[in-house]
C-alpha cells in the first residue's frame, strides 16, 4: 500500500491551498482518513481526521478553517485548507487506517509529507 499527497506549496496569509492523498495497493478497507503536520522539534501532531462513520477530529485552532472530505470509491481524501496562518506552516501527512488482508486489523499507513509554507 502507498499513500501519494498532492498540493501544498507557498501562499500568503489568509490564503487556501488544497491538498489530497490518494491509496493505491491491496487496500479491503479504509477506517479513519487525516492529515497530522510537524515542525521540525516538534512532535507529529493532529490537523484534521475522518473516520468511516462520519465523525470529523479536529486539531488545535484549524476548526472552521480547515475541512476534509473523502472519496472513498476513489481512496482519496482532500484537505481544504482556508484562512492561513504563518504557525500553519509545517510538512503535512496523510494518514489512512487501512485493511489489507481480511481476519487482520488495520494498520497505519503515512504518505510522503508535503511542505505547506504560509508567509506573513
Known amino acids: 500500500v502507498q499513500l501519494q499527497a498532492y498540493g501544498g506549496g507557498l501562499v500568503q496569509t489568509g490564503g487556501s491551498l488544497r491538498l489530497s492523498c490518494a491509496a493505491s495497493?491491496?487496500?479491503?478497507?479504509?477506517?479513519?482518513m487525516g492529515w497530522y503536520r510537524q515542525v521540525p522539534g516538534n512532535q507529529r501532531e493532529l490537523v484534521i481526521a475522518?473516520?468511516?462513520?462520519?465523525?470529523?477530529r479536529y486539531g488545535d485552532s484549524v476548526e472552521g478553517r480547515f475541512t476534509i472530505s473523502r472519496d472513498n470509491a476513489k481512496k482519496t481524501n482532500y484537505l481544504q485548507t482556508n484562512d492561513l496562518k504563518p504557525e500553519d506552516t509545517a510538512i503535512y501527512y496523510c494518514?489512512?487506517?487501512?485493511?489489507?488482508?481480511?481476519?487482520?486489523?488495520?494498520?497505519?499507513?503515512w504518505g510522503q509529507g508535503t511542505q505547506v509554507t504560509v508567509s506573513s
Open positions: 475522518s473516520s468511516s462513520d462520519g465523525n470529523t
Open positions: 494518514h489512512m487506517e487501512i485493511r489489507t488482508h481480511w481476519g487482520r486489523d488495520f494498520r497505519d499507513f
Open positions: 495497493g491491496r487496500i479491503l478497507g479504509i477506517n479513519d
